[in-house]
């Protein structure tokens, strides 16, 4: 079975503060994905990389930056956390072009 | 670029009662088309998915969907719905490169 997983179920952070969110999947997957999720909203892309050390901005990126040293791990940076990035994080992984398979999701606070 | 529409942000039934979620989707080039599900503080798992050949598609927990080219959707649909299927439902649609797009969700309750 695929696995990807995610650092934190759940965290709190205070406005200006740097985060790190780390996703980790085993299947070897070139493609990695980073979303968040809000009511009403569905799923909005941050930040995508096809390959170490290559990333694209999705349709959100703005306050957001990521990370792929190695292949297997993604990792999304809120460089100074705002309140309007209170959120659900989720992490996905694909090969080619089919399906993805997603983390269990960080649900981020920030004060 | 392609871009999903789901049907009612929200959707209730009885148990026992037919489910019916409903997709369209805008796709320039032969979509590859996904419903997801989204139990309550989890991730997405795949309920089913078309890529090519036959047109209806059979999922886990008794779910399946139909491409409908001239119609340009994809509706999830389950003869009988069980308490166990109230949860957060998801189209997707991928263009074969790097984008896969994002319905906005159903929301699906169950009564007793």
């Known amino acids: 079975d695929v696995k990807v997983t995610q650092s934190s179920r759940y965290l709190v952070k205070r406005t200006g503060e740097k985060v790190f969110l780390e996703c980790v999947q085993d299947m070897d997957h070139e493609n990695m994905f980073w979303y968040r999720q809000d009511p009403g909203l569905g799923l909005r892309l941050i930040y995508f990389?096809?390959?170490?050390?290559?990333?694209e901005k999705g349709d959100i990126p703005e306050g957001y930056s990521v990370s792929r040293e190695k292949k297997e791990r993604f990792s999304l940076i809120l460089e100074s956390a705002s309140t309007n990035q209170t959120s659900m994080y989720l992490c996905?992984?694909?090969?080619?072009?089919?399906?993805?398979?997603f983390g269990p999701g960080t649900r981020l606070l920030v004060l | 670029a392609q871009s999903v529409t789901q049907l009612g942000s929200h959707v209730s039934v009885s148990e026992g009662a037919l489910v019916l979620l409903r997709c369209n989707y805008s796709?320039?080039?032969?979509?590859?088309l996904f419903w997801y599900v989204q139990y309550p503080n989890q991730g997405l798992q795949l309920l089913l998915k078309?890529?090519?050949?036959?047109?209806l598609v059979k999922g886990i927990n008794g779910f399946e969907a139909e491409f409908k080219k001239s119609e340009t959707s994809f509706h999830l649909t389950k003869p009988s719905a069980h308490m166990s299927d109230a949860a957060e439902y998801f189209c997707a649609v991928s263009d074969r490169n790097n984008d896969m797009r994002f319905g906005a969700g159903t929301r699906l309750t169950v009564k007793p």
């Open positions: 078309y890529t090519t050949g036959a047109t």
């Open positions: 990389s096809y390959d170490v050390k290559m990333k």
């Open positions: 796709s320039s080039v032969p979509p590859y």
């Open positions: 996905a992984s694909r090969g080619g072009w089919e399906t993805q398979y």
